[in-house]
């Protein structure tokens, strides 16, 4: 994307699972192969939209990466302009960076932070997060499932349960809009059927759509209890998404990719059944224009 323009503009920040690529205390060939090769690493699932005409930025979650991920986004924007965050839920992947905005690194001073209910109960009341609040690090802007909430004039979200393990807080998928066009940003989701939408109807009203990926498929995790970290796979969401027209699966592409997962090496025959299906895998600095 052309950093003079003034259109709205989305930016992805990073594509793996929580723990990211290479995953802490893994040993084996997955995460071997990308410490040899840094070109091969993975930052946690995050999303930047960016408001040039307002001098705004905002980025969907504040993972273990934050710092690398506000340095990719500086560079591709002007640092000076405004940065709030939107948290999707309170599993470690997506709101662990938040400990950078304290006074002992950013000292950030009233950063928005849009969050649901419970993980605004619990920003608010366990440390070291309530610092954050008292101390006027972050300002907790709340959400309401499906109601839109206008970031600027060009940007509006609306945030989307989803069935997602709750020991903390809900989970919510946002749906972007700008001008004419959309996006869907979910990158968990515990399946496809508990969800009251319809991933095929809301392919219908988005224009891109990032996608829980996390796993190829459940071999993958043959040594963890697969019932307790539940993911729709992509074998099974390739399914499902397999019989739509071509222009509906070309807006899909998976995220949050799981450190086991194959897709993470495009040369894989994971990643290529993906793009044979005519879905993509999601590519750390990747752009989407909008219209306004």
């Known amino acids: ?20 690529v290479p995953q802490t205390g893994c040993q084996k060939s997955c995460c071997e192969w990308a410490r040899a090769q840094p070109n091969r690493r993975r930052m946690p699932a995050c999303l930047a939209l960016i408001d040039p005409q307002n001098k705004m930025r905002w980025v969907i ?5 934050f710092p690398a991920q506000l340095a990719l986004l500086n560079n591709a924007t002007d640092p ?47 440390a070291p997060w309530r610092q954050l609040v008292t101390q006027g690090h972050i300002e907790i802007k709340d959400l309401v499932h499906e109601q839109s909430v206008q970031l ?12 997602h393990r709750g020991e903390i807080s809900e989970a919510v998928c946002f749906k972007i809009e700008s001008g004419t066009q959309a996006a869907l940003h ?34 993958e995790v043959g040594h963890r209890d697969a ?51 005519g879905c993509q895998v999601a590519q750390e600095g990747e752009t989407f224009a909008l219209a306004t």
């Open 186 to 219: 979910l990158p968990d989701i515990d399946n496809w059927e508990q969800w009251d939408k319809n991933i095929e109807e809301v392919l219908t009203q988005v224009d891109v759509a990032w996608l829980d990926g996390t796993f190829f498929n459940m071999a």
């Open 227 to 277: 019932s307790v970290i539940p993911h729709p796979s992509i074998e099974t969401s390739l399914a499902r998404l397999a019989p739509l027209d071509a222009a509906l699966k070309a807006k899909v592409r998976f995220t949050h990719l799981n450190h086991t997962n194959p897709a993470c090496n495009s040369a894989s025959d994971a990643y290529e059944q993906i793009l044979a299906v």
């Open 152 to 163: 600027s004039s060009n940007f509006t979200i609306t945030p989307i349960q989803v069935p």
């Open 61 to 65: 979650d504040c993972t273990p990466d």
């Open 1 to 20: 994307m052309n950093p003079s323009s003034q259109h709205p503009w989305l930016m992805v920040l990073g594509t793996a699972q929580d723990g990211g």
């Open 80 to 126: 000076s302009w405004g940065l709030g965050l939107l948290l999707t839920h309170a599993h470690m992947g997506h709101y662990v960076g938040l400990v950078h905005l304290g006074r002992e690194v950013m000292g950030a001073d009233r950063m928005p932070v849009y969050c649901m209910p419970q993980m605004a109960v619990f920003l608010k009341s366990d």
